[in-house]
């Protein structure tokens, strides 16, 4: 009987366990790590030359590959994509209305969308109400409502971007009127603003305190000042 004997050496099959893809924020560092079995080296996709650090500051958003190899079991790579995230722009050409009425609802006020925007912020004036993430939102003025400021700006997880205002004047909702007859003259507790009513159809030239009734039926006024309308009369 002859006998030989075989040195076998088994090599370990390469493996690797990288880093998920992630987001960092502009200026931020990233460091590239991976555990396994053979790793070599690091490489920005797309490149021949490995990286030589692998603690930097990338100034674009960019994939890096890591190899692992063990002789004749083969080679392996994984890839990770490194997206680098700017602080949202700065807010800028908000429209929406700018002279209101107390007691006015759902106007409707937009901005243009912000470049790396993923949500909005926004900040109303006393006694208005609205309610959004987004570039445009829809404002009820109460009737407590004042005059001030619609403010906006943009936000990501890096950061917010500069503001944009949009002043916004609101005018007090008239006093519903008080009317009274004396005889045929249908007089007005409001001094100016009158516009009368027959059967609910406005009467042509009845805008004075006071209005001769000349017809039977049911009168009634409103008061507009500074384009705001009172409830209809009594």
Known sequence: IVWDTVSVTVLETPYIQSLNDTIICSGSSITLAATGSGITDWYLLGNSQPLTQMTFVPDTTESYVVFAENGIC?????????????????????????????GESSLIY???AIGYA??????LPAGATGISSTNNISISYGLSAVSGYVH???????????????WVEVFSKPATPLISLNNHTLHSSASVGNQWYLQGISIIGANAQDYEA?????????????????ENSN
Request: hydrophobic residues 30%; contains cysteine.
């Open 214 to 230: 000349v017809t039977d039926g049911d009168y009634y006024t409103i008061v507009t000042l500074n384009e705001c309308s009172s």
């Open 118 to 123: 993923t949500a909005y912020n926004w900040t």
């Open 110 to 112: 937009n901005l243009p």
């Open 152 to 166: 906006v700006y943009a936000m990501n997880s890096c950061g917010s971007g500069s503001p944009d205002s949009l």
């Open 74 to 102: 083969g080679q392996l790579s994984d890839t990770i994509l490194v997206e680098v995230l700017s602080n949202p722009q700065s807010a800028h050409d908000l429209t929406g209305d700018t002279l209101v009425c107390q």
